[in-house]
């Protein structure tokens, strides 16, 4: 059945984490369905500060409470069960299922609450249930039991009771299709890539309303140097030391890299391994705002990611900068590469002169640069926008 044209949905989003003013995935849904007129429900941990969730330090884990971010009523709900970060289970969400009556149910990636929305399935015919799915071979770890156990035994055979009731399942990049259908055994017509995206809203605004030369000059960047962006949550899998040993090597004083972050905890022997290395045309920005990382994008010309996948290569593509990543196995960026706008390193070309060959490249050769400038904009345009991503997964599920 189709949707009447104009159709507004209640639309119940089950997730793990949810940070306000975050630019991840489950932020830029829910903001982008409200923004086309639907009426959006968030259930998610009491986690709101995100170094608190990467490290599993909640220091009042039985808080439950109702708050909004302007996009999304969040209902902070405790687990009942939860052993590390392998079997998470919230308290009861059936009765909050049934209250709310949502038309359209979205789990970001495998919910062991999963059951507890079924008997409303069964109940309202049109509700369509939905999951995106972060998992895949590069991020589940490299043990047997990992893979074979709690994915290919325990996940799998919970999710294979109730995948009769979903719709469809979106990996989100195309190895996690591979990993849901071979280990899941989801089948191929039930499955579909859906990438992460950019906050296009925010990203037009920057672009037609931010004077790039201004926040050039706040930060002592001249309309002729060439500015580097990275940065992220600071661990060793980004390498973004050899970004750093890169320009290092180049010894070109017209290029300046901008790194933002920060470190946990566990990572700070990383970070000051970074500063120590760092030459003076590098600045460190500290952990910043989604908006003012788009803001710092804008004023860059080139974004280097060496090594681990992240929401920031989308990010990176709306504000239309060429991109150098690294592939280091099972990560494969060519699906973001439509428009020859990735220079992708395979995994035995992540070292410090191939990537400052690139830079060299890209920064001499005016033509590729354009090209590649281009060709970033008519993928963010065509592809990456959370407009049409969110407009998909609703033609998804009520196409059926």
Known sequence: ???????????????????????????????????????????????????????????????????????????????????????KLYT????????????LIYFHNLSLNLHEVIPFKKKNKNTRIIMDFHIDYSNIGQSWKSLHI??????????????KYITVVYPIVPNGIDFIQEIYGVPAQKTRLLPL??????????????????IRNK??????????????KFNEEKRTELLLEATNLLKDHQ???????????????????????????????GWLSGQEILTYMHAADLAVYPSSQS???????????PLILGDAGNQDPTYLNRNDNIIVLKKDEINTPTIAHWIKTIKKDKNLYHSMKLGAEKTAQEYLRYTRICQTTIDDAFSA
């Open 92 to 103: 009861n969400i059936r009765q909050r299922v049934e209250e709310i009556a949502p038309d």
């Open 255 to 285: 290029i300046h890299v901008l790194i933002f972050g920060a470190a946990s905890a566990k990572e700070e022997a990383y970070a000051n391994k970074l500063k120590k290395i760092a030459n003076t045309n590098v600045k460190f920005l």
């Open 150 to 163: 709690l994915h290919g035994f325990i996940r799998k055979n919970y999710l294979k009771a109730y995948l």
């Open 1 to 87: 059945m189709g949707l009447p044209a104009n159709k507004k949905l209640k639309i119940l989003m089950i997730c793990d984490f949810y940070g306000i003013s975050q630019q991840y995935q489950e932020n830029m849904i829910a903001k982008y369905y409200a923004l086309m007129g639907h009426e959006v429900h968030i259930i998610a941990n009491n986690f709101t500060d995100v170094f608190n969730y990467i490290n599993d330090i909640n220091h009042n884990p039985e808080a439950a409470y109702t708050e909004t971010d302007g996009y999304a009523t969040i209902y902070r709900t405790a687990f009942r069960f939860k052993y590390k970060k392998l079997f």
């Open 311 to 321: 929401v920031l290569w989308q990010q990176s593509i709306g504000m239309y900068l």
């Open 197 to 214: 995206g950019y906050d296009e809203i925010v990203a037009d605004d920057i672009r037609q309303n931010t004077d790039r030369e201004d």
């Open 219 to 232: 930060i002592g960047i001249k309309d002729d140097d060439f500015l580097i962006i990275s940065g992220g």
